[in-house]
Each structure stands twice: as C-alpha cells, then as structure tokens.
T-cell receptor, first 114, second 112 residues
Framework: EAQVTQNPRYLITVTGKKLTVTCSQNMNHEYMSWYRQDPGLGLRQIYYSMNVEVTDKGDVPEGYKVSRKEKRNFPLILESPSPNQTSLYFC?????????????FGPGTRLTVL | DQQVKQNSPSLSVQEGRISILNCDYTNSMFDYFLWYKKYPAEGPTFLISISSIKDKNEDGRFTVFLNKSAKHLSLHIVPSQPGDSAVYFCAASAWIGNQFYFGTGTSLTVIP
C-alpha cells in the first residue's frame, strides 16, 4: 500500500530534550516536506526537500532541523524543543514534475512540549 | 503574514445542496492552487487543483473556480453529501521555488 508513515504518532516531552520524528514514504517520491498545524494558523511549511541531500527552509524553520540521506526518509529533528513547538506535525511527499503539487500526507504526529 | 486566507472558519449545508468554500490569496506569483480535505485524526488528502492558466477545473461533484484578477478561488461541491463533512484547506504555490502556502481551513458540516 502506498503510504507515508510517521513515528511516533503521539509524543509528550519536556523542554530541551532532543527528539526526532521519523517520516518514511514507499512511493519513490523525490519531494518531501514537513508541516505543522496550529489552530487559527492552518498548515505551515517547516522544511522541504527536492531530493537526497537537498533541503530548503519553508515558512517556519526556526527551531527545527531536517536531513535527507535516503530518498524514502525525511526525519524532523528538534534539538531543544520549547513549548511553542507543541503542535500537530505532518510529513508529506510527492513526485517531482507536473504532479509535484499533489502531496501525499502522513497521519500526523501530535507533539506536546511541557 | 498569511498569504492564503480562508475567511470562513465553518460552513453548514443541507445534504443535496451546494457547498461553496472560498479562498483568497495575496501573492501574484502563485500559479498553482489546490484543495485538500482533512478528516479528524488523519492527514490531509488531495482533492482537486487548478493551474493559473485555467479558470475552472471540474472533477465529479467538485469544481474549483479561479479568478486571478480578484486573487480568489472557490470550491463548489454539488450535491453535498454527509461524507463531505471535513476541514477543507486551500493551498498555493509559485512557479519559482517549491514552497506551499496553506489557508487556515474551513470546517464543512453537511446536515443529513
């Protein structure tokens, strides 16, 4: 089944404790991206990657890191999480080209930073 | 600053009637627009898109209209069904760069 998977689905952590949210897709997509969803703000893009070893900042990259060492994986790293990073996070992927814009989203990771 | 805006947080429609969801944007560089549908506890799923070279795109019960001069797009769902009850996000991207900008979402409730 074609899908984007994220782990963990739920995470409660404390300020300053480094964490990684994993994202993996099995569709051989070149493009991958991370978003956060917050009430009243919709979805905001954090980082995106056009292919292996190519990453770029989105609208709200502060406090986050990403890496793209393999085509299928695009982990999101919070080196020192803070309460304002409490949010619902989505990973997405798509092929590059005419269909680049039609992204497939993962189920989401709900993160709470205390 | 929000470049894509959905000014109606919620909308209720009777089953069988038309649902019209609206979206405005500010960036004239946007050339591709999309609508995503989101159910609770799931990720958004792609619904329909439109390129800036068109003013209408239709897919079954869903039609998206684009008015470039007004920087406005709308999604029409006809006829509306209870299963259409979800949050709808519009999104936009520009021909240069690969960033996406989403609106704040409109929660549609279709009443049986």
């Amino acid at each position: 089944e074609a899908q984007v998977t994220q782990n963990p689905r739920y995470l409660i952590t404390v300020t300053g404790k480094k964490l990684t949210v994993t994202c993996s897709q099995n569709m051989n997509h070149e493009y991958m991206s991370w978003y956060r969803q917050d009430p009243g703000l919709g979805l905001r893009q954090i980082y995106y990657s056009m292919n292996v070893e190519v990453t770029d900042k989105g609208d709200v990259p502060e406090g986050y890191k990403v890496s793209r060492k393999e085509k299928r994986n695009f982990p999101l790293i919070l080196e020192s999480p803070s309460p304002n990073q409490t949010s619902l996070y989505f990973c997405a992927s798509s092929p590059v080209g005419r269909k680049t814009n039609e992204q497939f989203f993962g189920p989401g990771t709900r993160l709470t930073v205390l | 600053d929000q470049q894509v805006k959905q000014n109606s947080p919620s909308l209720s429609v009777q089953e069988g009637r038309i649902s019209i969801l609206n979206c405005d944007y500010t960036n004239s560089m946007f050339d591709y627009f999309l609508w995503y549908k989101k159910y609770p506890a799931e990720g958004p799923t792609f619904l329909i898109s439109i390129s800036s070279i068109k003013d209408k795109n239709e897919d079954g019960r869903f039609t998206v209209f684009l008015n470039k001069s007004a920087k406005h797009l709308s999604l029409h769902i006809v006829p509306s069904q209870p299963g259409d009850s979800a949050v709808y996000f519009c999104a936009a991207s520009a021909w240069i760069g690969n960033q996406f900008y989403f609106g704040t979402g409109t929660s549609l409730t279709v009443i049986p």
